[in-house]
Structure formats: structure tokens, C-alpha cells
């Protein structure tokens, strides 16, 4: 036998050594119902406040990064699923694919006035180029083999943000690829199969990438400030009704890092502020 076998069970007996880990995963529930946000910074960044303890505004102009596909990028679909049929390709959902640009940042734009990030009226003042990226995940549940299915969560784990959670992590242990249902990937399906569960399921799910607005500017380059990634389960829900909800419940996390996955309740219905006004977006279709 090769060692990276050997490897691959040494892990899974320490990791079934391991008590199951605390933390907002723990008591996934319902997940139909649960907005997963996983938010980071890089660079420095961090919010300023005011003497009084609230955020200093920072302003803004939206980039449109556009409706991703539900195919996986590096793996050859047609070889791996039977027929040929290429993950994702077959999905239609007019609750999303009806859904433009505008009609996206005009559901995700008042959670983020809320959190006092404005939008911008002139170049000079732009402090953030917020790139927006949304999509349908195609999930694993459509797939019997196990080793595709392993591969197609764990894409689907770091689109979405679920790659912060030690349960996803070990779906990417290259020593257990294309043997059947890993080892260590069974074990963790006992222990947070409930997580796996959400995650297997098709999702939307949203992407603001916020940059640096004046190095961008000036430099001709991009540096990331933060990132958001938000899902909800498809199954009981639709895009265009669910989106103003799932950015109010992701929004107390714009621009903080979260340090995993947090999982919260959609609220009905949706946050009004009024008319609101901005640049012409970076990169618009």
C-alpha cells in the first residue's frame, strides 16, 4: 500500500480522537431558513470610529463582477459525470437569471447604508471599488460517486465561504481523492453532517470584494480591503425575494472578519432608506 493511504487514516482516527468542535456550526438547524456569511479583511484594513463610537462612513462605488455559472473550474465534467452533462449546465432558475445588475446592488445597497458605507458621488472622495458577484451553486447532492461529490463541496466551500470551517477543510486532503467516499470526509459526515448537508444543497449566494478605490486609481492595480461571501439554500426560496433579507442579515459583518463561518436567520421583508444615489459603476455589463 502507498503511504498516502496511511496518511489519510492516521488522520481520520485523530480527527474521531477529537471532540466535536464549539461554534456556530455546531447547531446548524433548519438550514432552508439560515443565511451562511463568511467575511475576511486583508491589508490593515479595519472600520475607524468617531468619538462616539459609531463607524466613520466610507464611500463607495459598486463593480459588477457579474452572474458565475454553477460549473466547477479545473475539472473535466463531461469525463467525470455520466452522459457527459457538465456540472450545471442544465439549471434554470428565473428567480436569479432575471435578475440584472442593477436590480442585485439596488436589494444589497441599503444593508450597507445601514452599516454607513455611502455611495460616492465623485472619484476623488471613493474610498472602495465593490465588486459584486452572484450566483446559484450547483451542489453535490446531484452526484452518487463520492470522490466528484468530495471535489464538487469543496469548490462549492470556498466560492461560498464554508472553506472556514474545519469540517470542509478535509475535503481538500489531496491523499483522499478519487478513493470513493474519503475516509476522513465519512467520518466528518457523521460528526457535522448537518453542515454538509446545507452545503451539498444548491445555494445563492452573493460576493462583495471591496478594493482600495484611490490605489486602484492611481496605481493601475487592484489590493483587497475585505471580502463578504453570503448563501441561502435554494430549496423553499428565490433569489429575487430572499436577496434584500440575506444582505441585512450579512451586513454586520461588512468589513470585519467574522474568523469562520456564521450562520444566522433571514429576516422577511426588506430595509427602505430612500432614494440613494452613486457613480457610474466600474466595469458595468
Known sequence: MKS??????VLALLAAAMPAMA???????DSEKLDAVSSKTFSGYARARAPDGSYVPELYVF???????GTTPGMNEAALIPGGTIIGSTVSDPTIDRMSFDSVVGDIQPSLVAEKFLPARRPEQTQ????VYWGRSFGGRHVSNGAIRDLIDYHNATL???????????LSDPSLAFWGKGVLASLVT?????????????RYYVILRAFDFPYAWKQKKLRLLWETRFSLSERSNAFNEALPG??????RYFG???????LDTVPDGRVDIGTLKSLETEGGR
Do not use: C, H, W
Open 256 to 262: 470585519k472578519d467574522t474568523g469562520g463561518l456564521m
Open 63 to 69: 463593480g459588477n463582477g457579474g452572474q458565475l455559472g
Open 23 to 29: 461554534g456556530p456550526l455546531s447547531y446548524v438547524s
Open 246 to 251: 440575506m444582505a441585512q442579515t450579512a451586513a
Open 160 to 170: 461560498m465561504g464554508f472553506d472556514s470551517d474545519p469540517s470542509i477543510k478535509s
Open 4 to 9: 498516502y493511504p496511511r496518511k489519510g487514516l
Open 128 to 131: 472602495l471599488l465593490i465588486m
Open 190 to 202: 457523521e460528526t457535522r453532517g448537518r453542515v454538509l448537508s446545507a452545503l451539498e444543497a444548491d
